[in-house]
Each structure stands twice: as structure tokens, then as C-alpha cells.
């Protein structure tokens, strides 16, 4: 394998001679570096000096991508140069389009490779998609886990790292099912939650959850079946208590498959997909999860009613039964629980927030009808909403935004309001029900675990928010010019910061 700093030094274009006049450091010594004669060592006095001058001379910016992986902890471009000149290679694993052979006789070499810790894991979890890239495209990938790792996802870096590839993995017909311990929560990670709720909604990524405990001492197992294995175990004696090998034996690979095949029997989702679409279907060809359409929380269960949301016009929360029935019209009303309503016209107590996209409020009280589609797809025909709807929910929360604190408006601009590609509503740790904007796809749960998760991801979104788009002046301002008539053919002109604003921080964030 070629030393790691000979692969730099030819990406940039530098002789021995220039980096040791730069940085002072003996040109046979860096020589004696490059050729793999000596060790350059952590411990060793010219490392840093040799990882600055490198830095300084990329005048191109080319070793971003190479540093990438070196900076799953937030290090600097330094820090993690240091890392990639002393520590271990990242590209252990072989890329290979064939199933490796199940030799019977002779001899065979099968490849291991062991990553101890924490960073160690995340660097495995970049590994294995990289590691996708190289097989034939459309494979399936099993995460079998046992409970919490927020520790894993908690780290914003690698979560940014890890979407990116995950991305690229999906463009090529890639598929992922993670099989988690019921009741597990990443609501402390809640950046993560919004794209990996998309990426369910589209098929790209499927969850169930099961009862019990994975055999004692493994924490993760993953399977890219036929082709890789990998799995995490604990071990008191490594670092951070944690010790994982990814393999491609195919003995082990079928151990580990054997163990996911025996988790996924046992598991089932804990939502509901296809809110929207009618209540049939079966668990391979899913349009509902569960056999009744919605349900009533339990007697006694009934939370305060607050809701967090996050839809282009007002509607599910705010709507009260009367005014459904008339977009019902002469159709029956599907049945629908309570918790649906603001059945006395006015909020239930509680902490309400509502993020609504700028453009469509305003075009739906300049004209006398809009068409709804989120009310649509529930109606399954098209709700055509009269104006005086929409100015009545708008005026209702107008007034409940003046007499009381725990109600919040956002009128957040169309350019943004696309990018998440997802609305969403919920009663924390209650009821979620969520869709892809082209409603495609939607998801009703009553998990707690889940409902808590997409709660704390609105919560992050509103915390991103610029704040001219929340301030409780300007949205009532602006809200009641366009209930007087005033301002609806006024367009906006969006800034660059507001085209470049984005769900997901930027890494230099």
C-alpha cells in the first residue's frame, strides 16, 4: 500500500526537496517518510511542522476530500492531517463486484479489518458505504442495533458525512433497514430525524423494532448480504469499552445474515405508512401498517392537546369539525378522532407552534377558493376551501397569538419551506402524522418514541429560523394586512441568504 504521505505529496505536486526547504525538516528524513524507511510517529517533533507547511502549500484546497474522514470529532485541518500521516489507513477493504467464494477445499485469504472505540465506529459506518460503491448497485444493507446510539448520531460532523454518502448510496438503488429495540428514540439527535423520516417516506430506508435484547455483549450487526459483514461487540479491554471487525469471510457472513434474518422475524414498524391512502395492503406491498385507518388516544391518555406543525396552509389541528364537514360536502366524513379538531374554535392550552410557508398563505386569501391538497389526500377527493376558512383559522390564531404566549406563528418563505421536502405535524409523545410534500407518501404514528423524536426535529427547525420569519410583531402584522386585503400582490424578493438557508447546518456551521 503507498505510504499516506507519498499519496499527498503527489497530489500536491511537492518534492522533497520543497517540502523540506518549507518546513525545515531534513529532506532525507522526509525521503526515509515517504519510501516507508521510517515511521513518521505522533510523538515525533517534525510531525506538525510537516502537517502546517502541507497545509500551506495546497493552494487548490485538495486535500479536503482526502482530510474528510479524519474529522468525524470536529478536528481541525491540521488535527486531522496529523491523523492521516500517523494513524491507520482507511482503505483496508478490497472493492469487489463478485460474491466472495465459500471455498470447500484448499486454502483461502479472507479479509478482516478491526476498528476499536467510538470513532472507530464511525469510521466503519463511512467504510461500509463507501465499501457499497464498489459492489453492484441495488443492494440491501441490515443494521440489526441494540438500543440507544446517540453517541453515534449525536455527532453533527459525521451525521453531515454520513447523509452525504448515505445520498450518494440511495442514488445507485441502495436500501437500508435498521432494526432497532422498541421504544428507541433518536430525539436527542434531532437534525438527523427530518431526512431519515424523507428517506423512510420514499422507500429508501424501512425501521422495525422488536422486543428484547440482542445476545450478550454485541451492540450492532450489519449485513450487506452475500458480499460483507460487520459487527460491534463490547470488550472491557479496548478503547471506549467497544471492539468492531468488518469481514468478508462468507462463513461469518452468513452467521451475521442468520442473526439479522432471526431479528427481522421477530420485529414489525411501530407507524403507520400510507395515512393518506386507503386502509388495505399487506406488510409486503404496505399502503397501512395497522387495520384501523386512525386511532383515539387511550381513556384517561388525552394529552393537553398542544401541537407542534409544520404544513403550507392551516388545516389538521386547526380546522374545527364544522368546518370539515362543510369540506366534506355531501361526501361522509371518514372517521376521524377528535384530537384532529380545534373543536370549540379556539387552541387547546398548551404550547402551540405553527410554521407555515409565506407564499401559499398569501396566495389562499387573495383568491376566493383554494385548493387544499393535504385536506385532499385525506378527503380522497379535492378540497376546495373557501377563503372565509382559511381567514377564520388565520383570525383565530391572531387572537390566541395576542392573549397568550404559548402561541407562535411563522410564516417561513416557499424557497426554504421546500428544501426539507417533508411537513409534519404532531402531539409530543402522542400522535405524528407526516407526508412528503408531493404526497406521495405519509406516515401516521402513535409511538411515543417516534411522536417525541419528530417533535424535537420541528423544534430544531424552528430554532434555525431566521428571526424576521417568527418575530410575533411581524407575522401578526403582515397576517392581517393580507385579512385586510393589503400587501396579497406584493412579491417578496428572496435573499441570497434565504435561498442558501437549509434544515441541516453547512460543516463550517
Given at each position: 500500500m503507498e505510504n499516506k504521505l507519498s499519496v499527498i505529496m503527489k497530489e500536491l505536486n511537492i518534492s522533497a526537496s520543497a517540502l523540506s526547504r518549507s518546513s525545515g525538516v531534513d529532506r532525507t528524513l522526509i525521503t526515509r517518510w515517504r519510501n516507508g524507511d521510517r515511521v513518521l510517529s505522533r510523538r515525533s517533533a517534525m510531525l506538525e511542522p510537516v502537517a502546517k507547511t502541507l497545509l500551506d502549500m495546497d493552494e487548490g484546497n485538495k486535500l479536503a476530500e482526502l482530510l474528510r474522514p479524519y474529522m468525524l470529532t470536529g478536528e481541525s485541518l491540521l488535527e486531522a492531517l496529523c491523523e492521516m500521516l500517523t494513524g491507520e489507513s482507511l482503505a483496508a477493504m478490497k472493492p469487489r463486484a463478485e460474491l466472495p467464494e465459500r471455498q470447500t477445499s484448499g486454502e483461502?485469504?479472507?479479509?478482516?479489518?478491526?476498528?476499536?472505540?467510538?470513532?472507530?465506529?464511525?469510521?466503519?459506518?463511512?467504510?461500509?458505504?463507501?465499501?457499497?460503491?464498489?459492489?453492484?448497485p441495488g443492494r440491501e444493507i441490515v443494521v440489526l442495533c441494540q438500543g440507544k446510539y446517540d453517541w453515534l448520531v449525536g455527532n453533527l460532523p459525521f451525521v453531515l458525512q454520513f447523509v452525504g454518502k448515505l445520498r450518494k448510496a440511495l442514488g445507485r438503488g441502495t436500501r437500508l433497514l435498521v432494526i432497532n429495540r422498541?421504544?428507541?428514540?433518536?430525539?436527542?439527535?434531532?437534525?438527523?430525524?427530518?431526512?431519515?423520516?424523507?428517506?423512510?417516506?420514499?422507500?429508501?430506508?424501512?425501521?422495525?423494532?422488536?422486543?428484547?435484547?440482542?445476545?450478550?455483549?454485541?451492540?450492532?450487526?450489519?449485513?450487506?448480504?452475500?458480499?460483507?459483514?460487520?459487527?460491534?461487540?463490547?470488550?472491557?479491554?479496548?478503547?471506549?469499552?467497544?471492539?468492531?471487525?468488518?469481514?468478508?469471510?462468507?462463513?461469518?457472513?452468513?452467521?451475521?445474515?442468520?442473526?439479522?434474518?432471526?431479528?427481522?422475524?421477530?420485529?414489525?414498524?411501530a407507524s403507520q405508512y400510507g395515512f393518506f391512502s386507503n386502509p388495505e395492503g399487506t406488510a409486503e406491498d404496505a399502503k397501512l401498517w395497522k387495520g384501523d385507518l386512525l386511532v383515539p388516544w387511550d381513556d384517561g391518555a388525552v394529552p393537553d392537546g398542544s401541537f407542534y406543525t409544520m404544513c403550507r396552509l392551516p388545516g389538521i389541528g386547526l380546522v374545527t369539525e364544522n368546518e370539515f364537514k362543510?369540506?366534506?360536502?355531501?361526501?361522509?366524513?371518514?372517521?376521524?378522532?377528535?384530537?384532529?379538531?380545534?373543536?370549540?374554535?379556539?387552541?387547546?392550552?398548551?404550547?402551540?407552534?405553527?410554521?407555515?410557508?409565506?407564499?401559499?398563505?398569501?396566495?389562499?386569501?387573495?383568491?376566493?377558493?383554494?385548493?387544499?391538497?393535504?385536506?385532499?389526500?385525506?378527503?380522497?377527493?379535492?378540497?376546495?376551501?373557501?377563503?372565509?376558512?382559511?381567514?377564520g383559522?388565520?383570525?383565530?390564531?391572531?387572537?390566541?397569538?395576542?392573549?397568550?404566549?404559548?402561541?407562535?406563528?411563522?410564516?417561513?418563505?416557499?424557497?426554504?419551506?421546500?428544501?426539507?421536502?417533508?411537513?409534519?405535524?404532531?402531539?409530543?409523545?402522542?400522535?405524528?402524522?407526516?407526508?412528503?410534500?408531493?404526497?406521495?407518501?405519509?406516515?401516521?404514528?402513535?409511538?411515543?418514541?417516534?411522536?417525541?423524536?419528530?417533535?424535537?426535529?420541528l423544534d430544531y427547525v424552528w430554532g434555525r429560523m431566521m428571526l424576521g420569519w417568527k418575530?410575533?410583531?411581524?407575522?401578526?402584522?403582515?397576517?392581517?394586512?393580507?385579512?385586510?386585503?393589503?400587501?396579497?400582490?406584493?412579491?417578496?424578493?428572496?435573499?441570497?441568504?434565504?435561498?442558501?438557508?437549509?434544515?441541516?447546518?453547512?460543516?463550517?456551521d
Open positions: 483461502y485469504v479472507a479479509e478482516k479489518r478491526v476498528l476499536l472505540g467510538k470513532k472507530g465506529f464511525r469510521k466503519a459506518a463511512l467504510s461500509m458505504l463507501d465499501y457499497l460503491q464498489t459492489l453492484p422498541r421504544g428507541y428514540s433518536i430525539a436527542e439527535t434531532a437534525a438527523f430525524v427530518g431526512p431519515w423520516l424523507t428517506a423512510h417516506l420514499r422507500g429508501d430506508i424501512r425501521s422495525l423494532y422488536y422486543d428484547g435484547e440482542l445476545p450478550e455483549a454485541i451492540r450492532f450487526v450489519a449485513s450487506i448480504r452475500g458480499y460483507w459483514s460487520g459487527r460491534a461487540e463490547e470488550d472491557a479491554e479496548v478503547e471506549d469499552g467497544l471492539y468492531i471487525a468488518m469481514i468478508t469471510d462468507p462463513r461469518d457472513i452468513r452467521q451475521d445474515e442468520e442473526l439479522c434474518d432471526k431479528y427481522m422475524a421477530i420485529s414489525e414498524p362543510l369540506l366534506c360536502g355531501n361526501s361522509k366524513p371518514p372517521k376521524l378522532p377528535g384530537y384532529l379538531f380545534s373543536e370549540t374554535g379556539e387552541l387547546a392550552p398548551g404550547i402551540h407552534r405553527i410554521i407555515l410557508c409565506r407564499e401559499d398563505v398569501r396566495e389562499a386569501l387573495g383568491g376566493k377558493y383554494t385548493l387544499h391538497r393535504t385536506m385532499s389526500a385525506l378527503l380522497h377527493k379535492e378540497a376546495v376551501v373557501p377563503r372565509e376558512i382559511i381567514a383559522q388565520l383570525s383565530r390564531l391572531l387572537d390566541m397569538m395576542a392573549k397568550r404566549d404559548d402561541v407562535e406563528v411563522a410564516l417561513m418563505p416557499r424557497v426554504s419551506f421546500n428544501k426539507p421536502g417533508l411537513e409534519l405535524i404532531c402531539w409530543k409523545d402522542s400522535v405524528s402524522i407526516g407526508w412528503l410534500s408531493d404526497l406521495s407518501q405519509s406516515v401516521f404514528s402513535d409511538d411515543k418514541a417516534a411522536s417525541g423524536s419528530y417533535y424535537g426535529y418575530q410575533k410583531d411581524k407575522v401578526s402584522r403582515q397576517i392581517r394586512k393580507w385579512l385586510d386585503g393589503k400587501e396579497l400582490d406584493l412579491k417578496e424578493q428572496d435573499s441570497a441568504i434565504v435561498r442558501n438557508w437549509d434544515i441541516l447546518p453547512k460543516e463550517s
